[in-house]
């Protein structure tokens, strides 16, 4: 025990069983070795913080899903609703693009693109009613083959909290941004 005119010392004393003392060491050494490693996490964190707050405050989007049944690929496709045109890029045989929207009022959704050995380019649908689809938990699901257009729904998995939609959302636009399909 420290008389008055001595310091405690932050290193291990002698009473300090030695399994201590070399743990502590090793958790310095570690945090030492890796504390770029725990920069970079921490910024990672800050930045990626704000984007899942804001997509878990932010409305739900409407889903339009467009599957490509035809033997060739479609090149240019995109989707424009209520004043707003978005590029969904190309689309491989029997692949899929989710597109999210968000909801405005009934009007037309106008799916454009280009496909070889196709004299179709583009479908209008004049009743698209996104706020009735996210009402209900359905997504509209659109399959192109060739000059056909088939049309059904499909009901969305409804996540139970926020913070699981938020991530459902990024997963989404991570793919988007990387090309990768569902």
Known sequence: ???????PSSEPSSTTPPALGRRRGRIVEFLDDHRLLAVVLIVVAFLIAPEIAVRALSPPKAVVRIVNQGETSMTGLSVEYNGSKIAAGDLSSGATARIHLTPGPLGPLRIQFTQRGNPVHSFEIADYDPRFLLEEGIE????????QLGRSVEEISKSSSPLVRALDQIQAWLDSQTGRKR
């Open 1 to 7: 025990m420290p008389t008055s005119d001595q310091h």
């Open 140 to 147: 509209q699901v659109y399959e192109i083959n060739g000059e």
